[in-house]
């Protein structure tokens, strides 16, 4: 088995609620080791009423690869199809390049800072 399979996640997730969104703040390194600590985390978000917004917080986030792209290409179909919009904070540095890289910016509603992601969330309540 490579050390890649036997690494164990570094991946920290929490959330909160708002009256209209739920925010959901990622630390650490997003990569196929983490991705059942993400799932994990928003398994009971789903069951919950839509709430108009899902803001991912990434300013925290270190590392993502595909896997974990992948992954948040999914928590955005999943949104779309409850109809939610997921708004992704804290857009900088290894995350910004990575969505550019991927082309997948435009894909997702990027915001450099959480606090501009959320003012919006707040305007459409």
Wanted: one cysteine or more.
């Amino acid at each position: 088995m490579s050390s890649e399979a036997t690494r164990k996640p570094t991946l920290s997730v929490t959330s909160g609620l708002t009256r209209n969104a739920v925010i959901v703040r990622l630390e650490g390194e997003l990569d196929v080791n983490a991705l059942s600590v993400l799932r994990e985390h928003l398994e009971p978000l789903w069951d919950l009423p839509p709430r108009p917004f899902l803001i991912l917080d990434l300013g925290e986030l270190r590392f993502c690869d595909s896997m974990g792209m992948n992954e948040l290409v999914g928590v955005l179909q999943r949104c779309e199809a409850r109809g939610t919009r997921l708004l992704l904070g804290g857009v900088q540095g290894v995350m910004s390049r990575v969505l550019s890289i991927t082309g997948l910016r435009h894909a997702f509603e990027v915001f450099a800072r959480l606090d501009d992601a959320l003012r919006l969330a707040v305007a459409k309540a």
